[in-house]
């Protein structure tokens, strides 16, 4: 089973898949649950930003608090909120055009974001439980809905069996629970399915359905396994949950950014303008 596709130099220039590869994603997306765009992303770019994540992330874990959370109850799994400047405000993590051209076909118009994380995998990490990232929108159905919540990860490092790369299983978006699972493990649901780990190159763009079952994996190594998480929401998808952008960085933000986060603060922390 493939879920990767390398764009090709002209649609890197033009920052657009081709129509068939368009498709395939989409196709890819919906079927699976999952697509991979490997090495969408400009390798100077990826290593500027990955350099900001590992010093951020060093600094982050200073607090005693957030090292016993992360490293200990969390077993080296770290989800760090990224600053909001740059670079991980760059339109082309946030608004990256590869992304919105399966989004925009995906989930409709006026999807937005409030959540920009990191999945950080620290050096002697554990296996995670296998999990969703969301829940089904109406469990009492028979029928699996289409996605209505969409996380691009971007990958700041190559994703390896050794370093941790994510482990899936395809298709598993389009599981309904029912009754009958209720106090299952999913470990022990899974075990008769199908999975497959996410190891692509440094600088990779994932398009993942919340719903798809998922784990991360143990990093084996001595270096840091970065890589940005942005979730997208369809429009009628209430979030209570949103970030304070600074106005200097708000002002320079293409439409298009603007238009994703819009229903963000702008201004200081408590303070909307």
Known sequence: MTLSLEPTPSERRKGKLSAIHLQWA?????????????????EDWIAAIRAACDRDVKSYLKDPALRKQFLVDAKGHIGMPPKQQSPYMDALAIANPFATQILDQMMGPEYFCTYYNTNITWPGSAVQALHRDTHLLFPELNVALPPHTVVVNIMLVDFTLANGATEVWPGSHLIVDRPEDQGVPLEERARALPSLRTVAPAGSLVVRDLRMWHRGMPNQTDLIRTMLAIVYFRRFMHRSEVMTIPQRVWDTLPEKARQLFRHNRVGRPGKPS
């Not at 989409?26 to 400009?42: S, W």
């Open 26 to 42: 989409l196709r890819t997306l919906r079927d699976t649950g999952l697509v991979i765009l490997e090495r969408a992303l400009p």
